[in-house]
Each structure stands twice: as structure tokens, then as C-alpha cells.
């Protein structure tokens, strides 16, 4: 059963001296307008996705821990300075381990997506879970599981309000990718559960008015492959298919849309020796694969995420290993060609990681985690479309 938790005590803080940047100019003690912060209690707290809000500020999800070492989905609202609203966080979960991965800004609320641990079974139910913009619970749909974990991971809207989520369903530990249609009022409309063994959905976009388009990986043997799949606003599957590499294992992680027919693609492969792990990139346009690129070089990286600037720069996030279990956030920028014009990058201490990178009203937005000692805070990064954290 899914139950809204009650409110708990969270700190924030603003440790700059945590990160270091690759420049040389010296962090303003008075900055606002931008910013690194981390929230949470350190106990092992990750913000997994970030949608942006009107006021110029963001609503992040993920998971927060809590001290019996479960954890519950969270709703978390910030304004342009990264000040937490009165009502934030809000937490929703049961007893088990729960877990937010998207969230979706509304105009009366929130919507998340997500995945809370039947205490029956001890196995994950898919959730899609609806908030005032008060985060108080308007509704809940929870798809309940009978011996394997179903998660949603993804969602967007139809022009006519209805919701539809995408994911996986297992059925005796393979996964099957999966997708539904709720009302605007949270009532179920119908399914589409495709018969796809090791098939999951990592993103989901309106393609047209009637018309979405998912991506997200079908495995074959030991090799991933990126796949994206055409279905109406009924759930009707209208075509799919697998993006091959012949020299890499590619795991894609997300994806954004830069028109109606054109889409990015990031993850992250191992080469065929097994050596190598970096940033993967693509480019499609009309169903076709435009080009595609590696980033990363001399270290390893994982991609994370992508997003694309209002005058068509693609902006990516990705983890690089710096030592022993240590990564920090980096930030590629390059120009619609997919050539690279800048990095940041952002850590020091411990292992910081990315997880979604959103551009919004001239603003970047990186959602993730900051973990130290074995434990992690929320971290949220916003930045100008250059990826500079102070004027």
C-alpha cells in the first residue's frame, strides 16, 4: 500500500568548498543567482530526476533514507536561489525501499513516477502519484506486482490531459518494457505490455498530438543496444526499433527532445576489449541516426544525461572516475554538430554523480547525488548556459 509520509527534518547547506571547478576565478561568497546545494541527512539520499518551475526555481524527486535504513520517494520544491518551499519536502512511501524517478511540472501540481516496495510480496509495484502545488496527495495509482519488481520510470502528458508512463515489468527476473495510460484524474485507461524479453524504457516523449516516442535498451545476451519504440495515445505500438553498435555495449540513460523530429541520445558503452567506458551521443532525426559521438578521453566516463539549449547547443552530464570509488559531475557542451566547445567540471572530495541535466529560461539544471564515507546528500546544481555557477 502506498501511504504519504508525514513531514521530518532535513538539512541543507550550501558547502562550496566541497567542489572545485575547472577555472580559476574564486567562488563569490555572495552568490544567488547560481549555485551548488546540497540537501538531505546524509544517511544516503539521491535526487534522481529535476523538472524546472515557473517561478524560476525546480521540483527534484529521487529517494531520501531514512534512519530504520529504508527510503521514501520524495517531492522536493526550490525557488530560483535554491531555498526550499515551507511544505518541501514531501515524502510518500511505505515501509520498504520506494523510489522516485521523474517528475513532471503541472500547472496545479506535480506528477511523479516511480517505483514502492510491496511489503507483501517485498517486490517493487509500478506508481504514478499526482500532488497539489503544495505537495499534498491528490491521487495515486499503484500497479501492485505479484513476484517480480515493476518500475515506472518515465513520463509526459497528452494534449488532452491523460498521462502515460513507461518502464518494465519482470516476469521471473527478465524485464519486458512496459506502457500505460491514466486519466487526468489518475483512472486507469489500458496498457501495452510487449513481448520483448530484457527490454526496458528509460525515456518517453510526445511525438505528435496523437503519437509518443519511447527509448531505452534491449539486451541481447551480454550486449545492450539503444532502441527507441512509436505507439499512439492508445498504447498501440506503431513500430520499433534496436540502434546496433557493432563494436560497443551501449546502455542508454536518457534522452530529450530538440524538435518534433529530432531527439538526442546519451549513455554510455564499453568497447569490445572491455577496456574502455565512455560517453555515448547520438542524433535522431526522423527515425534515422544523423551521427553519433564519444566524449570522454584518458578517463572513464559515464553518460548520464542530456539536454539542448534554445539556440540548439547540446548540453550533457556525465560521471568521470577520478580514483578509487570517486567520480565527479562533468559538463560537455557542444554545438548542433555534436562538436565539443566546453567542459566543467565539478568535485573533489568524495564521489559526486550526475543523474539529469534540464535547460530552462536561459539556466541549467543538474539533479544528483554528492557521497562521502558511504553516504550521500541530494545535490542540485544551477548554472548559466555556459555551465558558470557565479557572475
Given amino acids: 500500500m502506498y501511504i504519504p509520509m508525514g513531514p521530518r527534518t532535513l538539512i541543507s547547506g550550501l558547502f562550496l568548498l566541497v567542489f572545485l571547478f575547472s577555472c580559476e576565478e574564486k567562488v563569490s561568497e555572495n552568490q544567488a543567482d547560481y549555485f551548488i546545494k546540497f540537501y538531505g541527512s546524509y544517511l544516503d539520499d539521491v535526487g534522481l530526476d529535476v523538472d524546472a518551475t515557473a517561478d524560476g526555481g525546480a521540483v527534484l524527486t529521487g529517494y531520501m533514507t531514512r534512519e530504520d535504513r ?41 506528477l511523479i513516477a516511480g517505483a514502492v516496495t510491496d511489503t507483501a510480496t517485498d517486490h517493487f509495484n509500478m506508481v504514478v502519484h499526482k500532488t497539489n502545488l503544495e505537495g499534498s496527495v491528490q491521487w495515486s495509482w499503484e500497479l501492485e506486482s505479484n513476484e517480480d519488481d515493476d518500475k515506472a520510470l518515465c513520463l509526459d502528458i497528452a494534449d488532452d490531459g491523460r498521462i502515460i508512463f513507461g518502464g518494465y515489468r519482470q516476469t521471473n527476473g527478465i524485464n519486458y518494457i512496459y506502457s500505460a495510460l491514466l486519466d487526468a484524474n489518475g483512472n486507469f485507461i489500458g496498457r501495452t505490455d510487449r513481448n520483448k524479453e530484457n527490454w526496458d524504457m528509460k525515456d518517453i516523449f510526445r511525438f505528435s498530438a496523437n503519437e509518443f516516442l519511447g527509448f531505452g535498451n534491449a539486451t541481447n545476451g551480454t550486449k545492450k543496444q539503444y532502441l527507441w519504440i512509436r505507439f499512439n495515445s492508445d498504447g498501440n505500438d506503431l513500430g520499433n526499433e534496436e540502434l546496433t553498435s557493432d563494436n560497443f555495449s551501449e546502455e542508454l540513460k536518457d534522452a530529450c527532445q530538440a524538435g518534433n523530429n529530432t531527439f538526442y541520445l546519451v549513455g554510455n558503452g564499453v568497447n569490445s576489449t572491455g577496456t574502455t567506458s ?114
Fill in 278 to 391: 565512455l560517453v555515448h551521443l547520438k542524433k535522431l532525426e526522423n527515425d534515422q541516426i544523423i551521427w553519433s559521438k564519444n566524449l570522454g578521453t584518458g578517463a572513464q566516463f559515464q553518460g548520464k544525461s542530456v539536454a539542448v539549449r534554445d539556440d540548439g547547443y547540446i548540453l550533457v552530464a556525465a560521471d568521470k572516475t577520478i580514483g578509487a570509488d570517486n567520480r565527479n559531475i562533468v559538463l560537455f557542451i557542444l554545438d548542433p554538430n555534436g562538436n565539443e566547445v566546453s567542459t566543467k567540471e565539478f568535485g573533489s572530495t568524495g564521489d559526486q554523480t550526475a543523474e539529469k541535466i534540464i535547460f530552462s529560461d536561459g539556466h541549467i539544471f543538474i539533479a544528483g547525488r554528492n557521497a562521502y564515507g558511504g553516504n550521500s546528500m541530494i545535490t542540485l546544481i544551477k548554472a548559466d548556459k555556459n555551465g558558470n555557477i557565479w557572475k
Fill in 70 to 110: 529504508e527510503s521514501d520517494i520524495f517531492l522536493m520544491k526550490v525557488d530560483a536561489y535554491g531555498n526550499q518551499a515551507s511544505w518541501s519536502p514531501a515524502f510518500f512511501g511505505d515501509q520498504g525501499h520506494d523510489e522516485g524517478y521523474a517528475v513532471k511540472t503541472l500547472s496545479d501540481g506535480f
